[in-house]
């Protein structure tokens, strides 16, 4: 895309964090904004904040994983501004925490509903119409997690590596169908937000909680490691440059571009993984 004054964008995850930031930067360049989150005192304040801006935006209740949900937000995205031209599909959570084998299976639907599901449910929602004008792009949120694994994060994991394939497969189609739309599949590294911390609050033992002490550890590790993340409106201008540049592959940072080099040594030398670490340069 080259042209964004007077178009919309959809963002689901939009009331914090990197969708917040996608937000921003859509209704900084002139785009009229639909935000999709459960988050609705968050959700209120963004649009306000964009109208603040002096563009048109409204807020939906979007439970990603469900199907219906997604549809109704495109229905009322297309109702209030005419079509979709944007969509980031976003949302997501930590979800689940410890291992594997204990999480049980209400802690691995909920957990892959929001974050493999809800894209799914995403372009089944929004791509037909944007086929029809074919003027777009769709960003999918996926992570440096679905290139590189580590413990006790299961579900998490499985949910990643799931939009990248799925993200690859839309562009391959897209491509094959002599589209026009874009695909753009974010990974992001530490990103400084509030998405850990939400998994915290959950009472132990509910899903989407830590589960046992070894998913406690590695949530504590994530914690860390994503307050010292970059800041969430640096993706949202990436996002935007990677929109202009029709950009597919879009990684916040170079420093797990050595774990990602050296597992695809590994696959192709039939050797097990290793767990996968950021640079420290």
């Known amino acids: 895309m080259d042209s964004f004054k007077g178009k919309t964008a959809v963002v689901?995850?939009?009331?914090?964090?990197m969708g917040r930031a996608m937000a921003r930067r859509f209704a900084r360049a002139g785009m009229n904004v639909a935000i999709g989150d459960v988050n609705?005192?968050?959700?209120?304040?963004?649009?306000s904040e964009l109208e603040g801006l002096g563009v048109q935006a409204i807020g939906?209740?979007?439970d990603v994983s469900d199907e219906a949900a997604n549809m109704a937000l495109n229905a009322a995205a297309c109702e209030a501004f005419g079509q979709v031209n944007i969509v980031c599909l976003n949302a997501g959570v930590t979800g689940s925490a410890g291992r594997s084998w204990d999480l049980t299976k209400k802690d691995?639907?909920?957990?892959?509903?929001i974050l493999l599901d809800?894209?799914?449910?995403?372009?089944?929602a929004f791509?037909?119409?944007?086929?029809?004008?074919g003027d777009g792009h769709?960003?999918?949120?996926?992570?440096?997690?679905g290139h590189v694994s580590s413990a006790y994060s299961g579900p998490y994991m499985v949910a990643k590596h799931g939009v990248v394939a799925l993200a690859e497969t839309l562009y391959h189609e897209l491509r094959a169908e002599k589209s026009d739309l874009g695909v753009t599949c974010l990974c992001p590294g530490f990103v400084n937000t509030d998405i850990v911390a939400a998994t915290r609050r959950r009472p132990a033992g509910e899903v989407g909680s830590v589960q046992d002490e070894l998913g406690g550890k590695w949530l504590d590790f994530s914690e860390r490691a994503l307050a010292g993340g970059i800041d969430p409106e640096i993706v949202g201008e990436q996002v935007y440059?990677?929109?202009v540049d029709s950009q597919f592959w879009l990684f916040t940072d170079k420093a797990w571009d050595d774990a990602i080099g050296l597992k695809n040594q590994q696959i192709l030398s039939r050797q097990p993984p290793t767990l996968g670490h950021p640079s420290t340069e």
Do not use: F, K, N, Y
């Open 12 to 17: 689901t995850g939009g009331a914090s964090g």
């Open 40 to 47: 609705a005192d968050g959700m209120a304040a963004v649009v």
């Open 60 to 62: 939906l209740h979007t």
């Open 108 to 113: 691995w639907d909920w957990t892959l509903g």
């Open 118 to 124: 809800g894209v799914v449910h995403g372009v089944r």
């Open 127 to 133: 791509v037909p119409g944007m086929l029809e004008h």
């Open 138 to 145: 769709i960003v999918m949120t996926a992570s440096i997690a």
């Open 241 to 243: 440059d990677a929109i």
